[in-house]
């Protein structure tokens, strides 16, 4: 029979995200930083969908009044995931990517780190950019958007925050970490929204603080993720005969998409990196970056909800 927490890392990976072996067993690692013996058992019974204490305890045989503090300490810990209506709690498996992982933002250690950072590696090439469907997409700024672009309401940022009313703020956990190791990074800290019941679940668990929709606004200058785990329906063209090689926009990008090229002296776009963001646009003093949509047949239609995202990812991985 397998150990407790290989049993805990096979059941993550039935998850819609998945949580793939690896040959040094670092995956393993990380779960026992993560879980005590009794919270993987617990783990084990729960499914994607929430539910109140009383069907879970069913599930693992155990005593509901028993359960449910261990419950609400697991959901404090960020190992599972915690909702609330009509004063009843329901509870949740929670992927570890996106987010156990992420919701370890106030408890972060080096030797985490470490081991995370050797795993998301493998975790990336075996699972995540082999969905078709992503958890992440990019939305573009209204201002890098033209008015000749074809544009659907739920891709605006703005439209997404207005839509809001309850939002959260928290930090960057891939720039905390950075920070931790040394590796800080020029852009800013605090810049993570969460929405609706997720925000409700970052504010009480104490991973970020509630904010007003003229505040999030003024946040939406920072998302980056690499080009393979996100949907996206833009992306930047270099001018090359108004580009004058100055490399700001190489500076800008985070995702290593454009370089100046030896021959021409100009920036050039690499597009299986550029995730359209569109960072690297109003920077160009010549104005030689511009930010263009995909073709009719590359754009992209995302679920509606998140739940229909976990539902259509674990339909292709077979889970269904």
């Known amino acids: 029979m397998a150990d407790l927490f290989e049993q805990l890392a096979n059941h ?57 503090p261990v419950l609400e300490s697991m959901s404090k810990k960020g190992l599972l995931y915690r909702s609330s209506k009509g004063g009843t709690h329901t509870y949740m498996a929670s ?30 090439h075996k699972s995540w950019i082999k969905h078709e469907t992503k958890q992440l997409r990019v939305i573009p700024i209204s201002k890098e958007i033209t008015a000749q672009m074809s544009i659907m309401d739920y891709e605006s940022a703005e439209e997404i925050i207005r839509a809001q009313s309850k939002i959260v703020v928290s930090d960057c956990i891939c720039r905390k970490e ?3 190791v040394g590796k800080r990074c020029e852009y800013p800290m605090e810049v993570c929204l969460s929405f609706g019941s997720g925000a409700y679940y970052y504010e009480e668990n104490g991973l970020g603080r509630s904010i007003d929709q003229k505040e999030a606004l003024a946040n939406l200058k920072t998302l980056d993720q690499p080009a393979k785990a996100v949907h996206t329906n833009y992306y930047a063209r270099v001018d090359e005969e108004a580009c004058i090689g100055c490399g700001i926009c190489v500076d800008r990008c985070h995702m290593d998409a454009i370089v ?15 995730i359209g963001c569109g960072l690297c646009v109003p920077q160009c003093p010549e104005e030689a970056m511009k930010f263009e949509q995909k073709k009719s047949s590359d754009l992209y239609d995302p679920p509606a909800n998140v739940f229909e995202t976990y539902f259509t990812m674990a339909k292709e991985r077979g889970n269904i």
């Open 178 to 180: 950075h920070e931790m």
């Open 12 to 68: 993550l990976d039935t998850l819609p995200a998945g949580y793939p072996a690896t040959e040094s067993g670092v995956e393993i690692r990380i779960l026992k930083r993560l879980f005590t013996p009794e919270e993987a058992r617990i783990t084990l019974g729960l499914t994607m969908m929430p539910e109140p204490v009383e069907p879970i305890a069913q599930r693992l045989d155990m005593d509901v009044q028993a359960l449910a």
């Open 260 to 274: 100046i090229s030896d021959e021409t002296q100009t920036a050039r776009g690499e597009p299986d990196r550029c």
């Open 95 to 124: 992927q570890f990517v996106v987010g156990i992982w992420e919701y370890q933002l106030k408890s972060l250690d080096l030797d985490l780190i470490q081991e995370v950072n050797e795993y998301l590696p493998q975790f990336m």
